[in-house]
């Protein structure tokens, strides 16, 4: 039994992490009231583009960047879209899917099932060869992201810059009469989620899976929307949350070596029949009970002032 949750605890962060960086993005572009469906279309540039610069020889880690910044580009596309010339968020959301996916198909389709380095484990480096097997089998992902996690909650509750991006996201119009660039912090918002989310992708091929795929995301990104309602719009609630549907999909191949008969299709539903019960109860939450921002999806219209 300790073999097995061993095991698992392992494998886990391959699972949690991604899902993690991409809810702390979606956390910030909703909290800045921009509804963000986007996280499907962002893992998916940010896979694809790490995959290729690992093929073409680079460092990993350049790579890891390159993904990051695939997503933040595609993100800037969906941020004037719904800040600028105010597109309907949830359209404009849906299409920036639709084009993440079909970018990946169409460039990546010639780099399907091709192996490359990718970052080394943490007891592959000279530093880190001492280390249990547990944290030897990480990368510096795994660190990178709790970090991130933890700058993200302090900024929220605490920087003026976080408190001005909360009040966008509660009431633009008081927000903008205290002085604050609505259109500014949003964009803002939307490119950060973009880049969480392209870094979330370069973890799946460039740490994880050292091959690219099309269909690696496989729905990650919309787990990731249902992670950040399940979790209230709170930055440590991602953690939880995140380890909650990780842990679920993670335990389903650990139970398959052990030999237990249980069906693979059934085992692969699992998190995304969590993520349905979590939108159903989602859905019979009212007001403030739902921890949900106020002006959350709300095209904010400025009003000159004389």
């Given amino acids: 039994m300790m073999d097995f949750i061993l095991a698992w605890l392992t494998v886990l962060p391959g699972y949690v992490v991604p899902l993690l960086l991409a809810s702390l993005g ?20 940010g896979a694809m583009t790490g995959a290729l610069l690992c093929l073409a020889g680079h460092d990993p880690w350049t790579a890891v960047l390159a993904g990051t910044l695939s997503g933040l580009g595609l993100s800037l596309v969906f941020g004037l879209a719904v800040v600028v010339f105010r597109v309907e968020q949830t359209l404009a959301g849906l299409a920036i899917v639709a084009l993440g996916l079909g970018i990946t198909g169409v460039i990546g389709r010639s780099h399907v099932q091709k192996p490359f380095p990718g970052l080394p484990r943490l007891s592959e480096t000279a530093w880190g060869a001492d280390l249990p097997r547990l944290l030897g089998q990480q990368n510096m992902l795994l660190p990178l992201s709790l970090l991130l996690l933890a700058l993200i909650a302090w900024f929220l509750a605490r920087s003026p810059a976080g408190l001005r991006l909360r009040a966008v996201g509660e009431d633009p119009a008081a927000a903008d009469i205290s002085g604050v660039d609505v259109q500014r912090v949003q964009l803002g918002a939307v490119l950060a989620s973009g880049a969480l989310g392209g ?3 370069a973890f799946l091929s460039v740490a994880s899976a050292h091959v690219w795929v099309e269909g690696m995301v496989a729905g990650r990104g919309w787990v990731v929307v249902a992670l950040v309602i399940f979790a209230r719009w709170r930055p440590l609630r991602c953690l939880w949350a995140a380890l909650l549907f990780g842990g679920t999909e993670a335990i389903m191949p650990r139970l398959q070596a052990l030999g237990v008969d249980f069906p693979v299709y059934l085992g692969a539903m699992l998190p995304y029949v969590l993520t349905l019960a979590v939108l159903a109860l989602a859905s019979m939450r009212r007001g403030a009970r739902s921890g949900a921002p106020a002006a959350l999806g709300l ?6 002032k004389h």
């Fill in 26 to 45: 979606v956390l910030l572009s909703e909290r800045a009231g921009i509804l963000n469906l986007c996280p499907e279309g962002f893992m998916a540039v």
């Fill in 299 to 304: 095209t904010y219209l400025r009003q000159d």
């Fill in 199 to 201: 870094l979330a992708g």
